[in-house]
């Protein structure tokens, strides 16, 4: 169910906060700092207390996605004509709930909540390079309204090292185990076997496919605390699932 947030939500909303920062970092980190946030705990607490900027949450047993509106009016300006917009500032599924049409849920809860409080309209700003999301909010009905244009001064050898840092390149073999595991979570003999290797292919399993999918943060234990428990199965980390998404073209939202 869709519902306002409470205070109670803040710790996970500053979970949702986190993800959706680093893909901005991963994007720009000329402009994006890693490992932070867009609020903290304290200005989300003045946001949630505020009926001019509520925050809409996907509850499912846990807050899965949330949206962050705000009403903006113009009335009596010298140049633009009287009108009363809802401003997406900030839209995120939870990575490991991606895919299942939580965003568009959110998306038309706004649209509805917006009519009911007279707005004319709703924008929000996605930055360049975020193809899907771009996608995903062409697909809700919305089109460009404006263009911020941008002309860096600064020399490529002068940018931040973060900036120019190259990404770790995923061995074709990795993204072949990353699409069979996806969403799941698979005892390692399945996963060789799906891989179409032999029992007696551990080895080259553990070489070639485990060691660099852990060193790339792609995979992990379902039982991280309890590494040889029986029945212990593998799964996909948020990078992983990351991947994932970029591999199958799976929906943003």
């Known amino acids: 169910m869709i519902r306002k947030a409470t205070k109670e939500d803040i710790p996970r909303l500053m979970e949702l906060l986190h993800q959706v920062n680093m893909v901005h970092?991963?994007?720009?980190?000329?402009?994006?700092?890693?490992?932070?946030?867009?609020?903290?705990?304290?200005?989300?607490?003045?946001?949630l207390s505020d009926e001019a900027t509520p925050v809409f949450v996907y509850d499912q047993m846990s807050v899965l996605g949330y949206a962050f509106v705000r009403i903006e009016q113009t009335q009596g300006d010298l140049l633009l004509c009287d009108r009363r917009t809802a401003y997406i500032d900030d839209l995120c599924v939870d990575i490991e709930s991606r895919g299942r049409h939580i965003g568009r849920q959110l998306f038309d809860y706004v649209r509805r909540w917006a009519k009911q409080q007279s707005c004319q309209s709703i924008t929000l700003n996605v930055w360049a390079g975020n193809d899907p999301a771009l996608a995903f909010y062409r697909k809700a009905g919305m089109h460009i309204r404006k263009t911020c244009m941008e002309l860096n001064l600064e020399p490529a050898s002068a940018r931040k090292e973060a900036s120019a840092k190259p990404k770790t390149k995923v061995d074709s073999r990795v993204q072949k185990m990353v699409l069979v595991i996806g969403k799941q979570k698979l005892p390692r003999k399945q996963i060789m076997?799906?891989?179409?290797?032999?029992?007696?292919?551990?080895?080259?399993?553990?070489?070639?496919?485990?060691?660099?999918?852990?060193?790339?943060?792609?995979?992990?234990?379902?039982?991280?605390?309890?590494?040889?428990?029986?029945?212990q199965t593998y799964r996909l980390t948020a990078n992983g699932l990351e991947l994932y998404s970029l591999l199958t073209g799976k929906d943003w939202l």
């Open 193 to 231: 076997a799906d891989l179409g290797l032999s029992r007696n292919s551990r080895q080259a399993f553990i070489d070639h496919y485990w060691k660099p999918a852990c060193e790339q943060g792609l995979i992990g234990l379902a039982y991280p605390n309890s590494p040889n428990k029986p029945g």
């Open 25 to 47: 970092h991963q994007l720009r980190p000329d402009l994006f700092k890693p490992h932070t946030t867009k609020y903290d705990e304290a200005q989300l607490q003045q946001l």
